[in-house]
């Protein structure tokens, strides 16, 4: 009865660290907004674009927008425009423009599955 009891402590310690962990990993999107002047000459100010040829990144999932960057940083992902713009971003500051551009309204639309059985 004892050893249970100290383990189910154990295991509710360890998911209470893991949910405050996770919890302090998400950006924060104020502070992304601040970090964000780079990007807004090709992604605009609102995060849709400022020409066709530039992504838009307003109401992207976070964690999408957050793999992106890590991959410009590391070269996982090729871009020579990215590249040297993701190079010196840290974790945080990935995680924070993920949050920032991520809240914004984005002009993505979902297309409709098409129907391969229509005639």
Do not use: W
Not at 15 to 40: D, H, R, T, W, Y
Not at 99 to 108: D, H, R, T
């Amino acid at each position: 009865m004892m050893r249970t009891m100290v383990s189910l402590r154990s295991l509710l310690a360890s998911a209470f660290l893991l949910i405050s962990v996770g919890a302090f990993a998400a950006g924060n999107p104020e502070i992304g907004k601040q970090k964000s002047a780079a990007c807004q000459a090709c992604h605009g100010a609102d995060g849709n674009g400022t020409a066709p040829q530039f992504p838009r990144l307003a109401g992207q999932y976070p964690d999408y927008l957050a793999q992106a960057l890590t991959d410009y940083r590391s070269g996982n992902r090729k871009n020579p425009i990215m590249a040297p713009q993701a190079v010196n971003l840290s974790p945080r500051d990935i995680e924070d423009l993920a949050a920032y551009f991520s809240s914004l309204p984005g002009s993505l639309y979902t297309r409709p599955p098409a129907n391969r059985f229509a005639q």
